[in-house]
């Protein structure tokens, strides 16, 4: 196992992209932004924090494509249930982290943006299995898509936005536990079909 | 043990011409080569005998194990056309999760890592990171990678492509050493170096077998004037001109 | 390679139409919405350009640092640079990145197209400055994205930097200091008529990311020999540096909004003796607006209100640098729109001692003359929208009219003296106007 936690780079890659993702809930906090909205001509206040959970699913992008293909498409050990434990821990690990934020500062975010985490993971699962590698497009226009139509006016988001919903929405959580759901269920069934090179 | 193919039919897209139709292929015993023009489906055939994928009509056994059995997989070994070099891995260590993934313990697979590299001659090299290696020797690692859990079937897709004449003698040890066994099915372009040390021969051209059979028989195809050493090489232009 | 090959071996092709829908999607969605055309004489297209690129910066410099990144990871991923090629680093580059500028060109292009036709307006030479600069500094953020795909790996570097660009830029209108939204590539403001983006104001964004770009294109650099490499490290960091520093040292006296220079729309003059000037666009009213301020001017100086008169009337939308004392600027041709010239010029005639005259008297003032110039209702109407926020609004309008009212009965001396009289005891402490 040791092995396959280096091929996938844990250490060098996701533990150094799970302590960006702390550094950024704590450092970005409650700020907001105005960014220009599509629905409406001015601008809507975002929550930089809206952000943070990108390298985290882009450095489990790069960690699920680090596999000596060869070995694990033919292998006896269940490479799939492996990997779909490590999505979890990953995931885990940033509602922990979020919750621990939370506790220590009273960031109401902190919670929201380990909740992110998990949607996005799952967003991420679900659309690589058709297209691999530029998946990691899904949870970055899912961000852009919160920001240009995501919200309506009056104070509110989109129930569909997920990202910027509070803490404690709980249609906003099972989102996220259905995305990862349905993730992990893809990636440890639907196989990719890649033509071999001419011979 | 036997691999059998049975009928198979495999498309890399459902509305794409098949690779191969309705193939029926036994591999027989000892060291059987495979020939075949670009794009005749050997690395295709391959897959499907590895278990990488699954044929869309037909079926990949070996004796009564289907291809997706754990057990099939554990006896099969694969070294593809192209081997990654994984970046945080050592040239042993990547031999050494091969032989993990193939169901041995850590210590098993680390003493056999070390044993495979040096089968191959590449023992000095253990040590590199496998993203250091040259062509030639990334090649070797994949031999070493196949050999390291003594699979009962190794599936070898071009393995001395990129290696100079020397690591190819190796190679050829290599295989000379294999026990009555273990059931090798190689493809190559080398039809000089290999159809004559092989014990048979496949030629699959357009996903279809047009001879399969010892190496002698595939030998006699040769024109009788044929140049000593690249009898090989007439038999196959001599039975893909027949065919065309 | 190509024309077809070198295009379709791009992600800038398959991201393509994603960009531009968001372009359309803005402009209709979001430009529209908040812009006001004003009147359709005066269309400029600086203007016109520079308010529907306000809100599509963030988004081309996003696509064109995460395009940047992306390239850059499919040439390594690919092994171009470990084929050893032939061809130069800076032309393989360029290569690469080419369809990416031609996006980010397609971008800015499709963003002015569509205001502009939806304007009426030509294109101008002055109006491609803002688009060139947002052209040369989507170049810079591609090449800074393309330097960070050669050292980190494109699956994280691409999107978080397409993201934090795009907060960056887009937000650059709120920080605080100034200066760092005059360097985020966002030209902060939209550009009057007659007005033009300074050398400086779009000098200082092009210095700033260009600078990053070379330097980071430095410190990526592979040489071969350790002096060189030094060298180059060295020279990339003060590259950063000097054009950071550089950037800063060009705006850093500068408030909310980027300076522009004003005067650059076409003007027409008209009176020998009091001569007032409008845009050409709008020269069809001058014969009305010059009648206008010189009736008013007449009327006043006949009921005895001592009146300086201008060298010049000149229109706020053509003005150019600091205004001479003798010169009047109103804005012209809106006044005109609203047929208030007569207002303003009362306005502008009746001039207290001091700067917060006592209210009632001041307006009973004001009231009065407007009266002289004829012009009595629009003053009211006037007042009466400023007075609805008082409470006893209603009541200070009524007496101001009483005030005004019995003034005019006095004979025109007597009211000449009066407002004299009046305007110094506006501006005396606990006194109020009286009748006469």
Redesign the interface.
């Known amino acids: 196992m040791r092995w396959w936690l280096r091929a996938r780079r844990a250490l060098s ?1 996701l533990l150094v ?1 799970l302590g960006v993702f702390t550094a950024a809930v704590m450092v970005l906090g409650d700020a907001t ?11 809507n206040p975002v929550l ?1 924090v809206l ?1 943070a959970p ?2 985290v ?3 489990l ?2 960690s699920l ?1 680090s596999r000596l293909v060869e070995a694990e498409e033919t292998a006896t050990r269940r490479v799939r249930a492996l990997d779909s434990g490590l999505v979890i821990g990953v995931c885990a690990t940033a509602l922990a982290v979020g919750g621990a934020i939370h506790l220590l500062t009273g960031n109401e975010h902190a919670v929201a943006s380990g909740r992110n985490v998990v949607f996005l993971t799952g967003l991420l699962l679900c659309v690589r299995v058709f297209v691999g ?1 530029p998946a ?2 899904a ?3 899912w ?2 898509a919160v ?2 139509v995501g919200y309506s006016g009056g104070g509110h988001w989109a129930f569909w936005t997920v990202l910027p919903k509070p803490s404690g929405d709980a249609p906003a959580a099972l989102a996220a536990m259905l995305a990862l759901t349905i993730g992990l269920l893809l990636h440890g069934t639907v196989r990719r079909t890649v033509a071999p090179s001419i011979t | 043990m036997t691999l059998q193919l049975r009928a198979c039919t495999y498309a890399y897209r459902p509305w794409a011409r098949p690779v191969l139709s309705g193939l029926d292929y036994r591999l027989p015993p000892g060291v059987t080569v495979l020939l075949g023009p670009n794009g005749a489906g050997k690395s295709t055939l391959l897959r499907l005998a590895a278990g990488v994928t699954r044929p869309r009509a037909g079926s990949v056994s070996l004796d009564d194990l289907p291809s997706q059995a754990r057990a099939y997989r554990g006896a099969v070994a694969w070294m593809p056309q192209h081997i990654t070099a994984m970046t945080a891995l050592t040239a042993r260590e990547q031999v050494a999760y091969t032989g993990w993934l193939k169901g041995m313990n850590r210590a098993d697979a680390w003493t056999a890592s070390a044993t495979a590299l040096a089968r191959v001659d590449l023992a000095d090299e253990a040590d590199t990171r496998a993203r250091r290696l040259s062509g030639g020797q990334l090649r070797r690692v994949g031999v070493a990678a196949a050999l390291v859990h003594g699979a009962r079937v190794l599936l070898l897709d071009e393995p001395t492509a990129g290696m100079d004449p020397r690591q190819r003698r190796v190679f050829r040890d290599v295989l000379a050493t294999l026990t009555d066994e273990v059931t090798v099915l190689l493809s190559t372009h080398d039809v000089a170096d290999l159809a004559e040390e092989s014990d048979h021969v496949t030629v699959l051209e357009a996903g279809r077998i047009r001879y399969t059979g010892s190496t002698e028989g595939f030998l006699s195809h040769a024109p009788a004037d044929a140049v000593a050493g690249r009898r090989a090489e007439a038999a196959y232009t001599a039975l893909s001109e027949t065919t065309a | 390679m190509r024309f077809r090959t070198w295009l379709r071996a791009s992600a800038a092709l398959w991201l393509a139409p ?1 960009a531009l829908a ?1 372009i359309v ?2 402009f209709y ?7 006001r055309p004003g009147d359709p004489r005066l269309g400029y297209a600086p203007r016109t350009v520079s308010a529907v690129l306000l ?1 599509v910066y ?1 988004l081309i410099y996003a696509t064109a640092v995460a395009l940047g990144a992306w390239e850059s990871g499919r040439l390594r991923r690919d092994g171009v640079w470990a084929l050893g090629p032939a061809r130069s680093r800076a032309g393989l580059i360029a290569q690469a990145l080419a369809p990416v500028w031609l996006l980010a060109g397609l971008m800015i292009g499709l963003a002015i197209g569509l205001a502009l036709v939806h304007e009426g307006q030509a294109p101008t030479v002055a109006s491609l400055v803002l688009p060139g600069m947002a052209w040369a500094l989507a170049i810079a953020h591609s090449l800074i994205g393309f330097a960070a795909g050669l050292v980190l ?1 494109r ?2 570097v ?3 930097l ?3 660009v ?2 960056a830029v ?2 650059a ?2 920080y605080e200091p100034f200066w760092l939204r005059h360097i985020s590539g966002q030209y902060p403001g939209e550009l009057g008529f007659g007005q033009l983006p300074t050398a400086a104001s779009v000098g200082a964004p092009v210095l700033f990311a260009g600078a990053i770009a070379l330097g980071l294109t430095l410190l990526t650099t592979p040489v071969w020999r350790p002096v060189w490499r030094v060298g180059c490290a060295v020279a990339g960091c003060l590259a950063m540096l000097g054009g950071t520093v550089g950037a800063y040292a060009m705006v850093r006296d500068w408030g909310h909004s980027p300076s522009a220079s004003t005067g650059h729309a076409q003007v027409r003059c008209a009176g020998d003796e009091l001569p007032v000037c409008v845009p050409a666009a709008t020269a069809g009213d001058l014969p009305a607006v010059r009648a206008d301020i010189g009736e008013t001017l007449r009327l006043l100086t006949d009921a005895g209100v001592p009146v300086e008169p201008p060298a010049r009337v000149e229109d706020r939308l053509i003005a150019e640098g600091e205004r001479p004392p003798d010169t009047w600027r109103l804005p012209l041709t809106s006044l005109h729109s609203a047929d208030t010239t007569q207002l303003a010029v009362v306005d502008t005639v009746v001039v207290f001692p001091c700067a917060e005259p006592d209210g009632t008297t001041a307006r009973t003032v004001m009231l009065w003359a407007a009266g002289v110039a004829g012009v009595a209702d629009d003053y009211l109407q006037r007042q009466r929208e400023e007075l609805l926020v008082y409470q006893d609004g209603a009541q200070i309008l009524d007496e101001i009219v009483e005030q005004a009212v019995a003034v005019t009965e006095l004979s025109p001396a007597e009211q000449a003296d009066w407002y004299r009289n009046t305007l110094a005891a506006a501006c005396a402490p606990g006194e109020s106007a009286g009748g006469a």
């Open positions: 890659v992209a932004v105005e960014l220009p909205s599509l629905l409406s001509g001015s601008a930089f952000m990108i390298p699913v882009a450095a992008e790069l494509g590698q990691i497009a949870p970055v226009l961000v852009f920001i240009f | 994603l968001l999607l803005y969605g979001g430009h529209l919405a908040d812009y809100s963030p790996p699956i994280v691409a999107p978080v397409a993201l934090a795009f907060y887009a937000a209108w709120s």
